[in-house]
């Protein structure tokens, strides 16, 4: 036996099609109960409609003055003092479309009215503030500042690194942060994620911080891009709504911390991009470079 799944329609669903269809119109229930029985009779009455309906004949008379604005029924008295004798004549249904056509119409005139009205609203509402700021930090100090201030938040966390190099901001800072950094990680379990350019540099760093602490690679996720086109020699951070930058590479020295949805909402897609198809690396890929023979020599002369 062959299983029909298009249910049959039956009066029932179809009512039940015909009011959800309506109330979506803009339609009460009770104008919806008036106006699908009037559609029943060539013409009725106020009385008539409310014994069909069971609605109470005083809200009826509302009801019909709300369908009649509305263009969906036609009222017709016979003299200016009985309700009881106005006649009741419902409109084609055809008549929907045709209002929600116009509907269409007037709500694009409206858009295209508001659309040249909003820079003149929006002048007014953003004035000169925004909920948006930066702050810029030249020289050294400055990119030393924004590098080593890391915002106290459990938030996740993408960064594209470029691993500065030691002598931008001293070594022995510089280790202390990345070790803090890792133990913080591990200990809050944050969502941690970097993006680095594979070059004998970066490979230099991450081999040195693996070989100081084997759970360097364990506090963060990171992924490796192997193409010369990704140079990168910025590190920037995106937790949350800010966006930390910090420059050091020849001659430029600067930070940079952006407070915006909008810009950390495009830099995390941009991320979340390029993480698809970066590499991961993971404790065989960094052992594979072999040992750091910098930190082999740093050990050597410091026993």
């Given amino acids: 036996m062959q299983n029909n799944t298009n249910q049959k329609q039956t009066p029932t669903t179809n009512n039940q099609r015909v009011k959800k269809a309506l109330a979506n119109f803009g339609l009460s229930q009770n104008e919806i109960a008036i106006f699908t029985e009037a559609l029943k009779h060539e013409e009725t009455s ?3 409609l409310a014994r069909a309906t069971k609605i109470p004949r005083t809200t009826v008379y509302d009801v019909l003055m709300s369908l009649s604005l509305k263009g969906l029924v036609t009222l017709n008295q016979s003299d200016g003092f009985s309700k009881q004798q106005t006649k009741i004549k419902a409109k084609n249904p055809s008549i929907l479309r045709t209002i929600l056509k116009n509907r269409r119409d007037e709500l694009t005139s409206a858009e295209v009215d508001i659309v040249e009205i909003l820079p003149i609203l929006k002048g007014d509402y953003h004035q000169d503030k925004s909920s948006s700021d930066f702050q810029f930090f030249p020289g050294i100090k400055g ?9 106290d938040s459990q938030l996740p966390k993408v960064v594209w690194e470029n691993l500065m190099p030691m002598d931008a901001f001293g070594k022995d800072p510089m280790n202390f ?57 910025l590190s920037i951070t995106v937790q949350g709504t800010r966006t930390y930058i910090t420059c050091s590479h020849q001659d430029e020295a600067w930070g940079l911390i952006i407070n915006s949805i909008a810009l950390s909402a495009a830099l995390r897609a941009m991320f979340e991009l390029q993480w698809i198809s970066a590499t991961p690396i993971t404790h065989q890929i960094v ?3 072999g040992k750091n023979e910098y930190l082999k020599q740093e050990k050597k002369k410091s026993s």
């Avoid at 990119?143 to 201030?149: K, R």
């Avoid at 991450?206 to 963060?220: A, C, E, F, P, V």
């Avoid at 490796?224 to 020699?233: E, K, Q, R, S, V």
């Fill in 143 to 151: 990119a030393e500042n924004v590098y080593f201030h890391k915002p």
């Fill in 177 to 233: 942060f990345t070790k803090v950094e890792t133990d913080v990680n591990i200990a809050k379990g944050i969502d941690h994620r970097e993006i680095i350019p594979l070059t004998e540099w970066t490979k230099h760093v991450l081999s040195y911080q693996y070989g100081l602490d084997k759970t360097y690679i364990d506090s963060r996720q990171m992924r490796y891009i192997d193409n010369p086109i990704f140079d990168l020699h």
């Fill in 46 to 48: 106020p009385y008539a």
């Fill in 287 to 289: 052992k594979s470079w």
